[in-house]
């Protein structure tokens, strides 16, 4: 569990696991009104980070979780192409 800013209010998350099945063929999993595809994950740990494509080269330089390099992410929906369908994938939810 951990706090992000929005709007200048604290909020709440937590990881919920996910299948890469859902993943792309559910497209009603968001986070702030953006689609979990275009969200970026490590492919390391599977967990999804904080920053989506709208953030461009504007994110963080390590994975939060396992410390891995940012050039183990991708976005959400590559990740879930490249892995068997009920692979656990990990991503951020409101409370």
Not at 38 to 65: A, L, M, P, R, T
Request: net charge positive; with cysteine.
């Amino acid at each position: 569990m951990s706090q992000a800013e929005n709007g200048g209010r604290a909020m709440t998350v937590y990881l919920q696991a996910v299948s890469a099945k859902n993943v792309l063929k559910n497209k009603r999993l968001k986070l702030l009104g953006v689609a979990l595809s275009d969200w970026i994950v490590c492919s390391k740990c599977n967990k999804q980070q904080s920053h989506h494509y709208q953030n461009g080269g504007d994110f963080d330089k390590s994975c939060w979780s396992c410390g891995a390099s940012h050039k183990s992410f991708v976005y959400f929906d590559e990740l879930a192409r490249s892995v068997p369908p009920e692979t656990t994938l990990y991503r951020l939810n409101r409370r």
